[in-house]
């Protein structure tokens, strides 16, 4: 797909339709449908020219599970993302992913990661005739902000 397809009017449209589902109550999102195809216009027509900016993040806190601050995109970014993700970087990664990399992929998902899992645990069983075994579960703290983007991004580019 090309740059220009994936940040069309149609391809825009499509993402805040992907964006707005469980959303369609808040106050953000029905402002901006207030007038979304000029807005959708507005925003491709930034995109393709290359004028388009992030607008800054909305910062809060929330306190359930635990303490946290969460910065989020405003939904017109969300829209954005949502294009990018589904247009170029899916249909990229998807092809260098493990089938057992169940996260936020298409057609995979926890259903998916429980069958996957078993299969391994029938295996692991048919090989060394008991469950003797280990499996690693682990967070990493403030993952996302501790990453070297310029490192990332250099390493990305070289795919």
Do not use: Q
């Not at 926890?110 to 069983?125: A, N, P, Q, V, W």
């Amino acid at each position: 797909m090309t740059y220009e397809e994936a940040f069309s009017f149609e391809s825009l449209l499509s993402a805040h339709l992907r964006c707005r589902r469980n959303k369609s109550y808040k106050r953000e999102v029905i402002a901006y449908e207030a007038d979304l195809s000029c807005r959708l216009a507005e925003l491709s027509k930034e995109l393709l020219t290359e004028t388009y900016k992030p607008r800054a993040y909305n910062r809060f806190k929330v306190y359930e599970p635990k303490e946290r601050i969460i910065e989020c995109l405003c939904y017109r970014d969300r829209i954005v993302l949502m294009a990018l993700c589904a247009n170029i970087l899916e249909p990229f990664f998807e092809k260098m992913l493990i089938p057992e990399n169940v996260a936020c992929r298409k057609n995979k998902g926890t259903h998916y990661g429980i069958k996957m899992l078993e299969g391994h645990l029938k295996d692991l069983y048919k090989e060394n005739g008991n469950n003797n075994g280990y499996a690693l579960k682990c967070d990493f703290s403030k993952y996302f902000k501790s990453v070297n983007h310029k490192i990332l991004i250099n390493f990305l580019m070289g795919f």
